[in-house]
């Protein structure tokens, strides 16, 4: 995502990136980049230090599953798995993929985003052998505190447009990754309810920009965002709210994902308009945050917020502050692997 041209260091620009942050929140000595898939190297800490902290570590989570274990993180038994987009290993886990189940075995306990996982109403199988418990996304408040007021007229969201890999299959259906699948059924919004929206977007072209334009989207490059962090948060911040959709793996599946992204516009106090993938058998809906399944619940979903719009960005805020907490997820987090 760092690189521009085909000679560029990938690994030294998202290096550099990291030690940007950390040391804006006073972590300068305190990380490491492992560039495990590319030549080795490692940035910050040298190796040595980061398996000394691999051996006296209490916690190492394998986030969004990213890292295939080695002997030092699972050593003493301290690696936990933290998956983000849920079905697709649940869906390799049926179907009996050795891979998959050698890949999770190292870890001591498994959680995921798809909090509706071994529920009624969610439709992907349930492993016997690996239990996977749900989590939220942690969300520190105080980072996305607007400064001033400066709201403005737009519903936006942050993603990808197109993604044709990753499908999966199950049962003799093809479910997708690629949210295009899902933002092509509501392509009317705009137009029906006369509210500006804006997609901050890759993985388009030009042809696609136009579709969406023609339908009254507003359309920008989203890889302008990412890479540095205050412009990222300030569009989050001074959006009206967020409108989006969910993978068709999430929304027919039923998996209760929620997105991260929809997390932080919460904790902005800007309300969320998304599409159900069971969360709000867990999230409360009607005030601040809104799950639909039709365009018209959308429409429906729009009105409300601007009917009283400082109620719902008060609730909004609430929501985050109950269930996005990270005080609230991460103690619950440690409860469960019992720290």
């Not at 001591?108 to 418990?133: I, L, M, T, W």
């Not at 009317?188 to 339908?215: I, V």
């Not at 429906?300 to 609430?318: C, K, L, M, T, W």
Request: hydrophobic share 35%; net charge negative; with cysteine.
């Amino acid at each position: 995502m760092f690189m521009e041209t085909a000679e560029d260091d990938a690994e030294a620009m998202a290096a550099a990136f990291i030690a940007q942050l950390m040391h804006r929140f006073d972590l300068g000595d305190r990380w490491a980049f492992h560039a495990l898939y590319d030549d080795g190297r490692c940035f910050g800490l040298s190796e040595g230090k980061l398996k000394e902290l691999f051996r006296s570590a209490d916690l190492i989570i394998n986030l969004h599953g990213g890292t295939i274990p080695l002997p030092e993180h699972y050593s003493r038994d301290r690696l936990v798995y933290l998956e983000t987009d849920p079905a697709e290993v649940q869906i390799q886990l049926h179907s009996g993929s050795s891979e998959v189940i050698d890949y999770l075995a190292p870890h001591r306990a498994f959680f995921s985003y798809g909090e509706n996982y071994a529920r009624p109403g969610c439709k992907f199988p349930v492993s016997d052998r690996f239990h996977f418990q749900d989590i939220r996304q942690p969300v520190v408040l105080d980072f996305w505190r607007a400064e001033g007021d400066r709201t403005g007229d737009l519903f936006a969201t942050i993603g990808n447009w197109k993604q044709q890999w990753r499908d999966i299959r199950f049962n003799g259906e093809v479910y997708h990754w690629s949210k295009h699948h899902e933002f092509l059924k509501f392509l009317d919004l705009p137009k029906r309810t006369g509210q500006p929206f804006e997609l901050a977007l890759s993985s388009y072209d030009e042809e696609e920009q136009a579709m969406l334009e023609s339908k009254g989207w507003r359309v920008r490059h989203a890889l302008d965002l990412p890479r540095e962090i205050d412009p990222y948060r300030t569009y989050i911040t001074e959006s009206r709210g967020e409108f989006t959709v969910a993978k068709d793996q999430n929304v027919r599946l039923r998996t209760g994902w929620f997105s991260d992204r929809s997390a932080t516009y919460l904790a902005a106090g800007r309300p969320v308009i998304t599409q159900e993938t069971g969360f709000s058998d867990f999230l409360p809906t009607g005030e601040g945050l809104f799950g639909f399944s039709t365009i018209e619940e959308a429409n429906g979903a729009v009105e409300d917020i601007n009917s009283d719009y400082q109620r719902h960005r008060d609730a909004a805020f609430s929501i985050a502050r109950e269930y996005f907490s990270h005080e609230i997820v991460l103690k619950r987090l440690l409860d469960d692997i019992g720290l």
